[in-house]
């Protein structure tokens, strides 16, 4: 199993930057993926960004150029910068394991409780 615990959401402005913390334990070393995911309300989840083992990183188009995810091995944390926050960035922010190499969510095997972020205009 896998825990996956996430933080750092909030409430900002739009134009304001935001850092989501995602906390990894237990047999984090059968995992491959790490992705971030979101949630509005009405919507279904979608996805963010996602960084392999190997390093590749991958980004929805939405946020290309004003999200990073990164991480950091040691900490056993993933990252998700969050920069120029729009209004239509507004969801629930879910970090997630995944034993293979994949972007899609069905790929992903364990998932955090979420984190708000609310971007007000």
């Known amino acids: 199993q896998v825990q996956l615990v996430e933080s750092g959401g909030g409430l900002v402005q739009a134009g304001g930057s935001l850092r989501l913390s995602c906390a990894r334990s237990?047999?984090?070393?059968?995992?491959?993926?790490m992705g971030w995911f979101r949630q509005a309300p009405g919507k279904e989840r979608e996805f963010v960004a996602a960084?392999?083992?190997?390093?590749?990183?991958t980004y929805a188009d939405s946020v290309k150029g004003r999200f990073t995810i990164s991480r950091d091995n040691a900490k056993n944390t993933v990252y998700l910068q969050m920069m120029s926050l729009k209004p239509e960035d507004t969801a629930v922010y879910y970090c997630?394991?995944?034993?293979?190499?994949?972007?899609?969510?069905?790929?992903?095997?364990?998932w955090g409780q979420g984190t708000q972020v609310t971007v007000s205009s």
């Open positions: 237990g047999r984090i070393f059968s995992i491959y993926a």
């Open positions: 960084v392999m083992r190997s390093g590749s990183i």
């Open positions: 997630a394991a995944s034993k293979a190499a994949v972007v899609a969510a069905p790929g992903y095997d364990y």
